[in-house]
C-alpha cells in the first residue's frame, strides 16, 4: 500500500526558503513519477513539479526558484523553494503514479496516491 507523509511546510518571509519532505512507503521510485501539486484557498489544484524517470519538469510560476530532488536510499522526494513571493502561499501535495504519461505529467488526476499536505505561507 502506498503511503505519501509531507512535510516542512511553515510560515516564510517574501524572499525566504523552504524545503519540503515527502516519505513514500510502499513506492519503488524507479517505476513511479513524483510530483508536487499545491492548492491556494478559492484555487484549483495546480502542478508545481515532476521528477519522471531522472527528469525534472517545472511550471512557468516557479521555473528557477524550485527544484525537486529525490534520495533513493531514503525514500523521499524534496521540493526546495526559494525567492519565495507571497503567490507561493498553498497547501503542498506530494504525489505518486506508475501510471502518469508524458502528456498528462502536470494533471493531478493523473496521480493515484497523494499526501495529506502541508501548509507554505508566505506572509511578512
Known amino acids: 500500500q502506498v503511503h505519501l507523509d509531507e512535510s516542512g511546510g511553515g510560515l516564510v518571509q517574501p524572499g525566504g526558503s523552504l524545503r519540503l519532505s515527502c516519505v513514500a512507503s510502499?513506492?519503488?521510485?524507479?517505476?513511479?513519477?513524483m510530483a508536487w501539486f499545491r492548492q491556494a484557498p478559492g484555487k484549483e489544484r495546480e502542478a508545481v513539479a515532476a521528477?519522471?524517470?531522472?527528469?525534472?519538469y517545472y511550471s512557468d510560476s516557479v521555473k528557477d526558484r524550485f527544484t525537486i530532488s529525490k534520495d533513493n536510499a531514503k525514500n523521499t522526494v524534496y521540493l526546495q523553494m526559494n525567492s519565495l513571493k507571497s503567490d507561493d502561499t498553498a497547501v503542498y501535495y506530494c504525489a505518486a503514479s506508475s501510471t502518469v504519461i508524458q502528456s498528462t505529467l502536470f494533471s493531478p488526476q493523473a496521480y493515484g496516491y497523494r499526501g495529506q499536505g502541508t501548509q507554505v505561507t508566505v506572509s511578512s
Open positions: 521528477l519522471r524517470w531522472g527528469r525534472t
Open positions: 510502499g513506492v519503488t521510485f524507479s517505476r513511479y513519477t
